[in-house]
């Protein structure tokens, strides 16, 4: 009887198991159709990439001197790719008129973007990321021909770092910024407090060269998720290649059913820059160059006391202790020297190495820097080239002059040290990638911020010997330290004078688009990435209301004016305060009888 009453229950609970499993498929399917947020999806669209761009493409004329000024026409730009020194076209400067005409323009649009939900803002993203994704190979080729770099570090620099900001702000960036409730305190319980964060307006973003994809597009996905407009001016050095960019964000907001005016790219030369930065239409101004131009940014703000994030540029150090992984350790900073020939804002560009493993070190890299193939990838084909081009030519013999001076006071040149004429493309503009060790804090090249494929190699001791080294430098960006002890690592990394810094790795916080992306020192002020340079281009409103609408703040006769006894008025505040804010019970019930007393 027994045995068969437990087959019999297990009958019962084998003809319930389908009912359980229909509702609980049943729910989940409610749940999508009607209580789940429903996303908007991303719109396809298709874009042509010049024909310039395209690997072999030779129908521009070689420059004899390559340059982006044109002789006695000073409202063009003479664009080219740096690689090969051929001409990819000329590219009219905004002028002030224009300038003019696009801020309005821009302020115009935000008028009625500053309305969108942040769904409206996210389906633009999508539709923007899924372009990108869908064709990488375009964009890097047209970074390549505008900057010189390799399709590997253009991939790494230019269209993973741009995902990764696209996919971070669709995911996180509502969070960001939500309005944010804050406790009132005990004086002021019955209202609700909260910071709420809103559009600024116009904001303007003047970025640099050395990744012309990721430094314009970045501060675009930025300044439209916190329901801003923009002004992007973007370097002259690289005035071929934003008009793709252009095209490709306005396509974006429009197949989305949005005005195209709401991202404006400008062009030109200091003037523009100048009255860009100085126009009482911006709202805030993320700047993006060296320490000596970003003074002036800050000069010109100050007119119309307009808000300022500043990235000047860094003097990366490595630290690498004698337990470190080499075999992890040494490709890692090969990476950060030679990608985008070193002009990277956090390429480092000290590395200081432990005696210990200094010499065996040293070895290692000299070998390695030797076989390093420059060239251009577009142009040389697959398996020819390991480092691009440098897009200024004029720094090199800036370059030249810190290597012979630090070889002046000790150092050693072991590879390179030159401007290096490529025997395929004799207009290119290819500085040798260089290995300089042995260099000590008082060179001139330790204080200086190179932008080249040159890696600085200084010994140390210990602990503080590092430190001391590093910290010799006025510059703080970013920072790495190398350690088998990860209790040092991250040690050292904390004590480091940086705004940001990595334990046995090289700028992926950067790829961490969660976190703050800035310096302190002569590196800048202010952050863009993540929370922080979301809020950044929003005004940060303190808002309070009322709980309860019949609780109100009220105003006690005793001090309500015309006051009539200004004397027991004062008294009556100072119980107040005693009485809201004592650490001692007795104390605060004191001051609540004498408030009472008071108030009779």
Known sequence: ????????????????????????????????????????????????????????????????TPSIFVKDQPDLIQCFDPATGRSLGQVAATTIAELDDKIQRAKSA??????????????VLRTLNEFVLKHQREICQVACRDSGKTLIDATLGEVLTTSAKLQWTIKNGERALQDDNRDPGFMMMYKRARVVYQPRGVVAALVSWNYPFHNTVGPVISAMFSGNAIVVKASEHVAWSMQYWEQMVKRALN????????????????????????????????????????????RSASVNLTPVTLELGGKDCAIVFGDADMGQCVPVLMRSVIQNASQ?????????????????????MARRIRAVRVGSILDDGPGQVDCGAMVLSSCFGRLESLIADAVSKGARCLVGGHAYKHPRHPKGQYFEPTLLVDVTPDMDITRNETFGPIMVVMKFSDEQDALRRVHASPYGLGSSVFSGDRARGRRVALKLRTGMANVNDFGVNYICQSLPFGGVGISGFGRFAGPEGLRALCVEKAFTEDRLPFVKTPIPPIVDYPIQDTEKGYQFTQQIVAFAYSDSWWESIKAGLKLGKLSM
């Open 1 to 64: 009887m027994c045995h068969l009453s437990q087959i019999q229950s297990h009958i019962q609970e084998c003809d319930t198991l389908p009912l359980v499993v229909a509702a609980m498929v049943g729910s989940f399917v409610l749940y999508l159709g009607f209580f789940r947020r429903r996303s908007l999806p991303a719109i396809p669209f298709e874009l042509k990439p010049p024909a310039q761009s395209l690997p072999g493409w030779q129908s521009g004329e070689i420059l004899e």
């Open 110 to 123: 935000q008028a009625a973007w500053a309305l969108t939900g942040f769904e409206q803002r996210r389906q």
């Open 255 to 298: 197949v989305c059913g949005h005005n195209p005016d709401l991202v404006q790219f400008v062009t030109g030369f200091a003037d523009i820059g100048s009255a860009l930065t100085s126009s009482p239409l911006i709202d805030h101004i993320t700047f993006i160059g060296s320490p000596e131009v970003g003074k002036l940014v800050m």
């Open 344 to 364: 990277n804002c956090i390429g480092i560009e000290r590395i200081l190495v432990q005696a210990p493993a200094y010499d065996k070190f040293v070895d290692e």
